[in-house]
């Protein structure tokens, strides 16, 4: 049963997460932090700044969600260039040590078995961090995803397309494909954080920790994994 933690703003929730993340930190210099992106996890980067200020974070190690397949590299809402832009430059981790799932063309048949065995390699993740779609995808697992699947190329559904324009000058810049940790490799972590503010999420959140678990709502999964903590805002939990 997952821990539902709910918080009156997003800056609380960036509290509550940064609080646990730099406890991690302070305990284990090693530690491997699963990072997602997204407009979610921003408040608990932006709550990390104060409490790492000083501290050495020179061996922190993270692994991405996700990333766009075929998204020009330089392009500014490339995974990799977010993460850098968010979370790499601010909190002074070191770039070597924070990985993005590598969606260029080139080589992208091995990417996925890459990034698991990198993620392998540095003894598995943490703590892992997790917004949630509003179909319930979680990286980009989108609906119909396997519960046991690792990180591969998925084909995005119109509804997140549509949905990450957003970041984009028209919807027809946004890339169709993405490599995508695999709800297993999520599963592995040692703690699951999922996020979630406003209400266009709370039938996923609610589907996810109450509903059935289904490969249709992806982020129903964390049902079956033995730590995991959901930080939502009042309106992301009125359908719970
Ligand atoms: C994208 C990301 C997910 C993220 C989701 C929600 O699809 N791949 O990791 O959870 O968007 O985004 P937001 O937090 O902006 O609502």
Redesign the pocket.
Known sequence: MAEVVIVSTPADAGSVVADEIARLIFTNPDTVLGL??????VPVYEALRSRLAGVDVSRVRGFA??EYVGIEPGHPESYRAVIHREVVEPLGFNPDLVRVPDGSLAGIEHAGADYEAAIAAAGGVDLQI????TDG????NEPGSSFASLTRVKTLTEQ?RS??ARFFDTIDDVPRH?I?QGLGTILRARHLVLLAFGAG?AEAVAAAIEGPLTAWLPASAIQLHPHVTVVVDEAAASTL
């Open positions: 997602a992106t997204g407009s979610t996890p969600l996700d997790l917004g949630i779609g995808h979680i990286g980009f997140t949905d990450n993405c995508t999420k």
